[in-house]
C-alpha cells in the first residue's frame, strides 16, 4: 500500500482552480464558496486566522451568530471532501490555519519564489546585461510560465481583489523585463512571444503592440508590425472610442516609409475603425443578456440571432463578446465558411486555439492533436492518434474535446458566426458539448443566415433537440425603423443629415443595417430636391440602388494593386494570414505591405484574431469575387492552392479539402483528385464518414470526368 505521507497535494489558483492529490484530480470542492475559503487560506497561511474574522469577512450582512454557523457548515464540507484534511489545516475552536510544513505545491508561491530570487540578480542591472542575466531570465521564465491567468476569477469576494491585482501586476512587470532582456539579447522570436503575451494580459495599453511592432520590425516581419499596429488601433477606438497615441503613431508611419527614408503621409479615414454603438437592438439585446444570465448560472444555453445578410448578427454577437470580455470572462469565436462546411470541427479548432492551453492527461491531449496537429510538435511525448473506427472512441474524441473547452471551470462565452455552413461534426459535438457538464457555466451563440429549404437537416436536428430541453434562446432581426436607421446613418458619415437625405437613404435600403452603413461610405449626395410623392432627385449623383453597388462603389475607390490584393483574398473564400496572401499574390512582401493597409484603411479587411485577416462582411468577398472573369478565378485558384501547399507543406492533411477545392475550381482535376482523396482518408479517419464520402464522390466524378475529356 502506499502511504499518504508521501502525497503532495498540487494545488492551483492562477487561471482557475484546480485540485490534485496522488496524482488524482479532486472535484469535490467545486463550488465557488469552497474555493474562495480554502484560497484565503492558503494566501494567508503563515498567520492563523480568526474565526470571527473570517465569519466577518465571508459574510459581512450577515449576523454575526449566522456568520459563524455559516463557516463552521463551510469548514465541514471543506474537511469532508480535502483528502487527508487534518495535515493541511489546522483548526481549533478559535483559529484556523493552513499547515505549512505539509507536502504541498502550490503555484501562487512558486510564482512568488521565481520573482524573490535574490542570487540571481532580478533587480542587478540593466535587462540583458550584467553578471546573473541569464539567471534572471530563466527565473523571470519560470514566473511567467507558472502564471496561468487570474488569481482564482470565479471568485467575486472582495478579499480577493488586492491579491488579484497584486498577482497580475507583478506578472506584468516580469513580462515587461522579459521583453526587454530578450530584446538585448537579439533573441527576437522570444520577445514576440512575451509582447503577444502582454498584450492579451492587458489589451487596452498601447505599450505591448509597440514592442510587437518593434520585435517584428527588427526580424524583418514589416507586415507583421503593420497587424500589431491595426490591432492597436482597432482595440482602442473600439472600447474606448480613442486613437493611438503619437508614440505609437510614429513607429506605424515609419513602417510605411519609403526605402530611401522617406515617408508619404497616411491619409486618415473618420471614423479610423468601423465600430458604432449598437443601434436600435434593445429588445435582442435584452434577450442576449438573459441567455447570459441563465448560462453563467449553471445551466448550459445556446442562442441563436438569425436573420438575413446584413441585418446585423455579426455585430450583436460580438457586442456580447466585448461586454462579457470587459468583465474577465474567457471568450472565444469561430466562423465558417461557405467554401468549407466540409471541413471537419474547424470551429472547435479555432475554439481551442483561442483559450488557454489546458492541463489535461495525455490520453486527452492525443485526441486532441487531431485537430490540433502542432500539439504533438509542442509535446512530442503524446501519442499520435490513431484512426477513429469505433463509436466509444468518437465518444472519447468528443469527451477530450469538451474537456479541454471547460476545463478552466469559469464561466465562458463562445461564438460561432455563420452556423448556416458548420459541418456535420460539429454541429453533433455541440449538441454534446452542451449537455457534457449540466452545471457548466457556458453560453454558445451563433449566428445563422437562413439557406434553401431544407438545406440544414444537421442544424435543424440540433435546435430541435435544444427547443425540446428548453436550452435555446431564439433571436430574429428585423430591419431598422427609421429613426434608428436615420441614427445609424449619421453615426456612419460623421455628421447630422438633412431630413430629405434620410428619407432617400432609408427608402433605398430598406432599413437594412448593412446597407445603410455601405451606402453612406460609398458617398453620400450633400443635398436632396423632391419629396416621397415627387420621387428624390440626388445631387450629384442618385444612390446605389442595389447592395451590391454599394459595395462595389466602395471597392473601386482602391487603388489597382489593392483591388488586385482584395481579389486574391477574396478567391482564399475565408479567413487567412499575410503569408498566404503574399504567396498566392504576384507581388513581394515589401510592396503588399502598403497595399494591406490601404485595404484595411478602407474597412475592405478587418483583422481577424492576433495574426489573420477577413473581410469586413460576406457580402464583401461576394461582389468582389463574382466580379472576376472565369479565366482570372481559375488563375487565382490555382495561385491559393499552391500557396497552401507551400504554407502547410508540414502539415497537408490539416488543409488537404481546401487545396482539393482549389485545384477543382482552377480546373485541375489530376491535382484535385489526389487531395480530395486524402481528405477523404483523413476524414475516415476521424469517423467522420458523410465527408468522407463528399470527398470519394468528389475525386471519383473528377477522374470520369478527365477520362471522358481525353476519350
Not at 513602417?255 to 458604432?276: I, K, N, W
Not at 440571432?305 to 450583436?316: D, H, M, P
Not at 488557454?356 to 510538435?377: H, K, N, Y
Request: net charge negative.
Amino acid at each position: 500500500m502506499t502511504d499518504p505521507e508521501k502525497h503532495t497535494l498540487d494545488i492551483q489558483l492562477l487561471g482557475g482552480f484546480r485540485l490534485d492529490y496522488a496524482d488524482q484530480s479532486v472535484d469535490g470542492i467545486d463550488t465557488p464558496r469552497l474555493q474562495s475559503l480554502l484560497a484565503y487560506l492558503l494566501l494567508h497561511r503563515e498567520t492563523p486566522q480568526s474565526r470571527h474574522r473570517l465569519a466577518f469577512l465571508f459574510w459581512p450582512d450577515s449576523p454575526e451568530s449566522q456568520a459563524l454557523t455559516n463557516l463552521r457548515n463551510l469548514l465541514y464540507r471543506l474537511r469532508q471532501q480535502l483528502p487527508d484534511a487534518d495535515r493541511f489545516l489546522s483548526v481549533d475552536h478559535n483559529t484556523l490555519q493552513w499547515r505549512t510544513e505539509a507536502p504541498f505545491d502550490l503555484d501562487v508561491a512558486r510564482f512568488e519564489q521565481a520573482l524573490e530570487r535574490p542570487d540571481e540578480g532580478l533587480g542587478a542591472g540593466p535587462a540583458g546585461a550584467g553578471p546573473g542575466s541569464v539567471s534572471a531570465r530563466q527565473a523571470l521564465e519560470e514566473a511567467v510560465d507558472t502564471y496561468a491567468g487570474d488569481l482564482l476569477p470565479s471568485c467575486y469576494d472582495d478579499w480577493i481583489v488586492a491579491d488579484r491585482q497584486r498577482l497580475a501586476q507583478a506578472f506584468r512587470r516580469a513580462l515587461e523585463r522579459l521583453v526587454q532582456q530578450t530584446e538585448a539579447q537579439q533573441d527576437y522570436s522570444a520577445g514576440i512571444l512575451y509582447a503577444q503575451r502582454l498584450q492579451r494580459h492587458d489589451p487596452l495599453e498601447e505599450g505591448p503592440y509597440r514592442h510587437l511592432m518593434r520585435l517584428r520590425a527588427l526580424t524583418g516581419d514589416r507586415a507583421g508590425a503593420l497587424r500589431a499596429y491595426h490591432r492597436c488601433e482597432t482595440v482602442l477606438e473600439r472600447e474606448l472610442g480613442v486613437e493611438p497615441s503619437p508614440s505609437t503613431r510614429e513607429i506605424y508611419e515609419r513602417l510605411l516609409a519609403l526605402e530611401d527614408g522617406s515617408a508619404e503621409p497616411v491619409r486618415s479615414l473618420a471614423p479610423m475603425v468601423a465600430t458604432f454603438p449598437l443601434v436600435g437592438r434593445h429588445d435582442a439585446w435584452s434577450s442576449l443578456r438573459e441567455a447570459w444570465r441563465t448560462a453563467s448560472s449553471g445551466r448550459p444555453h445556446f442562442a441563436l440571432i438569425n436573420g438575413e445578410a446584413g441585418i446585423g448578427k455579426t455585430r450583436l454577437a460580438e457586442e456580447l463578446v466585448q461586454w462579457t470580455s470587459r468583465q474577465g470572462i474567457a471568450t472565444a469565436t469561430a466562423r465558417c465558411y461557405a467554401i468549407e462546411r466540409e471541413l471537419a470541427y474547424a470551429p472547435a479548432a479555432a475554439w481551442l486555439r483561442a483559450l488557454p492551453r489546458p492541463r489535461l492527461e495525455p490520453v486527452w491531449q492525443t485526441e486532441l492533436a487531431r485537430i490540433l496537429p502542432d500539439l504533438l510538435a509542442e509535446q512530442p511525448d503524446i501519442p499520435p492518434p490513431g484512426p477513429l473506427t469505433e463509436a466509444w472512441q468518437r465518444q472519447r474524441f468528443f469527451e477530450a474535446l469538451a474537456r479541454a473547452v471547460l476545463a478552466a471551470g469559469q464561466p465562458l462565452l463562445l461564438v460561432i458566426d455563420s452556423l448556416q455552413w458548420c459541418d456535420q461534426g460539429t454541429l453533433e459535438w455541440l449538441h454534446y458539448l452542451v449537455n457534457h457538464n449540466p452545471r457548466a457555466r457556458l453560453l454558445l451563440v451563433g449566428t445563422f443566415r437562413p439557406q434553401d429549404p431544407g438545406d440544414d437537416g444537421p442544424l435543424d436536428a440540433l435546435l430541435h433537440v435544444l427547443r425540446q430541453s428548453e436550452q435555446l434562446t431564439e433571436i430574429t432581426l428585423s430591419p431598422l425603423g427609421k429613426a434608428e436607421a436615420a441614427t445609424l446613418a449619421e453615426q456612419a458619415a460623421g455628421r447630422k443629415l438633412e431630413g430629405n437625405l434620410i428619407d432617400c437613404l432609408y427608402g433605398e435600403t430598406e432599413g437594412n443595417p448593412l446597407f445603410i452603413v455601405e451606402t453612406v461610405r460609398a458617398g453620400l449626395p450633400d443635398e436632396v430636391r423632391g419629396s416621397p410623392s415627387e420621387g428624390f432627385v440626388c445631387l450629384p449623383r442618385p444612390l446605389p440602388p442595389k447592395m451590391k453597388d454599394a459595395l462595389m462603389a466602395r471597392v473601386d475607390q482602391l487603388s489597382p494593386p489593392a483591388r488586385a490584393l482584395a481579389e486574391a483574398a477574396a478567391t482564399i473564400g475565408r479567413e487567412f494570414t499575410f503569408l498566404v496572401l503574399t504567396q498566392a499574390s504576384d507581388r513581394d512582401e515589401d510592396a503588399l505591405v502598403p497595399v494591406l493597409d490601404e485595404l484595411w484603411r478602407h474597412r475592405i479587411f478587418r483583422q481577424q484574431g492576433e495574426d489573420a485577416y477577413d473581410f469586413g462582411h460576406d457580402k464583401l468577398r461576394e461582389v468582389i469575387y463574382d466580379g472576376l472573369s472565369r479565366a482570372r478565378k481559375r488563375m487565382l485558384h490555382r495561385h491559393v492552392a499552391q500557396a497552401l501547399e507551400r504554407v502547410h507543406a508540414k502539415n497537408l492533411d490539416a488543409v488537404a479539402a481546401r487545396i482539393a477545392n482549389h485545384y477543382e475550381r482552377a480546373d485541375e482535376p489530376e491535382e484535385a483528385v489526389r487531395y480530395y482523396q486524402q481528405a477523404a482518408t483523413v476524414a475516415e479517419s476521424m469517423q467522420c464518414e458523410e465527408m468522407a464520402t463528399v470527398y470519394g464522390r468528389r475525386a471519383s466524378a473528377l477522374q470520369d470526368r478527365s477520362k471522358s475529356d481525353t476519350g
